[in-house]
Each structure stands twice: as structure tokens, then as C-alpha cells.
């Protein structure tokens, strides 16, 4: 059966270093799903609504569907994505695992200041 395994936490908590280290070693059939891609992939005005939440749900569970392991992580928070999670959880109830990666606020900022792109400001 296949597993899906989410890793979460604050900007900077390594998340996608972990996914990405995770998924060179896995020797299943395993999908890599990045919510910040998804966050990004639009270009919009600020009163459009994108279904960035809609394309992740049918992303995980088609590949779930087809026996693919599922890796995903992102920077959310489980009040704006828990109806996501539910349907996530509702359609595979098994072989579920959520990692937590916590950081302080100041180890957050002193990675984010070791990045070439400043996404996040000590004012932001």
C-alpha cells in the first residue's frame, strides 16, 4: 500500500532538504510534491482566487492511487489547509505520517539570511 508522508514546519526549518534527501533514498515508486510550487505556479491579480489547494488534493491522491508513495511538504499551517488534510486522510486512511520540523524564529531568519533569494525579512 502506498505511504504518504508529510513534512511541515516554519520557513527555513529544512523541510525541502529533508524531502529531497528522503526521496534520493526511497526505492519505491515515490512522487516529490513541493507545496511551494504550487503557491507560485500563478500569476494573478490579488483578487483572484487560485486553486493551488485543489491541484495538490488530486495531485497526492492520483498518485497514491496508482501505488505511488507520496512525499509532501510545505510551509502550512493545519487550520488553513485541515479540510485539505481531511479529504487527504478520508480517501487514504492508512500508512499516514506527518512530521513536524520546528525552528525558532531566529534560526528561521539565520537561514533565511544564507539564501541567495530573500524570500523573508526580519520586518516580514
Do not use: W
Amino acid at each position: 500500500m502506498s505511504k504518504l508522508i508529510i513534512i511541515r514546519g516554519p520557513s527555513g526549518a529544512g523541510k525541502s532538504a529533508v524531502a529531497k534527501d528522503l526521496f534520493k533514498q526511497v526505492t519505491r515508486p515515490t512522487a516529490l510534491i513541493e507545496r511551494d510550487y504550487y503557491m507560485f505556479m500563478f500569476k494573478t491579480g490579488s483578487d483572484t482566487k487560485v486553486p493551488n489547494k485543489e491541484l495538490l488534493e488530486s495531485n497526492i491522491l492520483i498518485c497514491l492511487n496508482h501505488d505511488f508513495d507520496v512525499i509532501f511538504e510545505g510551509n502550512f499551517k493545519i487550520d488553513t489547509h485541515k479540510q485539505l488534510l481531511d479529504r487527504l486522510f478520508a480517501a487514504h486512511p492508512h500508512d499516514n505520517y506527518i512530521f513536524y520540523l520546528d525552528v525558532s524564529l531566529a534560526e528561521s531568519l539565520r537561514r533565511h539570511n544564507t539564501r541567495s533569494e530573500k524570500i523573508i525579512s526580519e520586518e516580514k
